[in-house]
């Protein structure tokens, strides 16, 4: 009896460590104030949409930092200085990040257009005129860039055509941005009483690179102006600054709830991909993905793959597909996956344990004399 109580206690306390060591691992934000230095973006007299986009990014990113536990905000500017695009969102990509919110301010010929709208990336197919040309504007940042034809492929940010590249674009990530996009855009209806032009999908560069769920904000029309003075007000900066770190705080939450859910399961599975390894026999397997979640059984990025599962190391989740002790089977497996996933490579397991390739072989070439 006092046996089965230690084993008790003994799980409950792995199952602890486990918990704190996935609630410790903190949520990385990139908050991308657009244009600055020699890129102004909108105007109209002497305001300037690089400050106020700056304004509102620093003050969120402040709020998000004083309120929110286990966020990390990094910032792509936090001076008037030009970053190029694709340096934005490298900085999200390099740091890993769970998130990237590029704020901007709109503009439009007609001074009656005004309201805040919110963008991920895509191709609507009711796409509008207007929507069509909020990405093109805010595109044309790269023609203060020195080579952008070879930073962009060939992207031409005064060719409507150029956009064509967006009609083909998948994004893995669009299902969380939608979510994040549409929590943000009420926020702002709810919380800054903005006029409301709602979600949409546009084939902005910005978003295009980052490797993460990804939004565009643009908080209203610096053509307006109404919306002029009350972006370039305290008030407003405050009231925007609010709605967005009201909404990540409750995207944030969320996440946290379905990741707990997450959490629970993956640990029952680790229980079966343990069983399926723990053999005396070394077994090879085709690395093919690293996530820092677990996928669920029906995410794309794991269909028409055989054998798949996962093992954690070093607070992400590395996903394998195949499972054989011949390591010509297995060379035939990541072939086949090379054509989904360049990177994949062979991985060997033995009693559930990751060992070397050529341990592996020396084993199976040990037990076959």
């Known amino acids: 009896m006092k046996f089965s109580k230690l084993i008790l206690l003994s799980f409950i306390l792995i199952y602890s460590a486990i918990a704190v060591q996935i609630h410790a691992e903190p949520f990385i934000l990139v908050i991308d104030a657009g244009h600055g230095g020699k890129d102004p973006g909108a105007v109209n007299g002497k305001a300037q949409e690089k400050s106020i986009n700056l304004n509102v990014a620093l003050r969120a990113g402040k709020l998000i930092e004083e309120n929110c536990k286990d966020v990390k905000v990094i910032y792509t500017r936090k001076t008037d200085v030009f970053v190029e695009l694709s340096k934005r969102a490298d900085i999200a990509n390099k740091a890993n990040a769970d998130m990237f919110i590029s704020i901007h301010t709109n503009a439009a010929k007609s001074t009656s257009a005004y309201g805040a709208e919110t963008f991920l990336l895509g191709v609507e197919e009711n796409r509008t005129s207007a929507n069509f040309n909020v990405a093109i504007e805010e595109n044309k940042a790269i023609l203060y ?33 939608l979510k994040m996009a549409s929590i943000v855009q009420n926020s702002l209806i709810n919380n800054a009483k903005r006029h409301n032009r709602g979600v949409h999908q546009a084939g902005f560069l910005v978003l295009w690179r980052s490797a993460m769920p990804s939004i565009l904000i643009e908080l209203g029309f610096i ?56 053999k005396e026999n070394p077994v090879f397997k085709v690395q093919f993905l690293t996530s820092k979640s677990v996928l669920g059984k029906k995410d794309n990025r794991l269909k028409n793959l055989s054998n798949v599962s996962y093992y954690k190391d070093n607070g992400l989740y590395k996903y394998t597909c195949g499972d054989t002790s011949s390591y010509e089977e297995i060379l035939a497996t990541r072939k086949e996956v090379s054509k989904r996933y360049k990177d994949a490579f062979i991985v060997a397991f033995i009693n559930g344990k990751r060992i070397s390739i050529d341990e592996a072989k020396r084993v199976i070439e040990k037990k076959l004399k």
């Open 145 to 177: 860039e020195s080579d952008y034809e070879t930073t962009y492929a060939g992207y031409d940010p005064n060719s409507p055509e150029s956009q064509i590249i967006f009609e083909f674009m998948q994004n893995e990530h669009q299902k969380e941005s």
């Open 223 to 278: 053509s307006n102006s109404t919306d002029m003075k009350y972006m370039t007000s305290q008030k407003g900066v405050e009231e925007l600054s609010q709605s967005i770190y009201k909404a990540f705080n409750e995207y944030l939450e969320e996440s946290r709830k379905s990741q707990n859910k997450t959490t629970n399961i993956a640990i029952d599975n680790n229980k079966e991909n343990d069983n399926s390894s723990a």
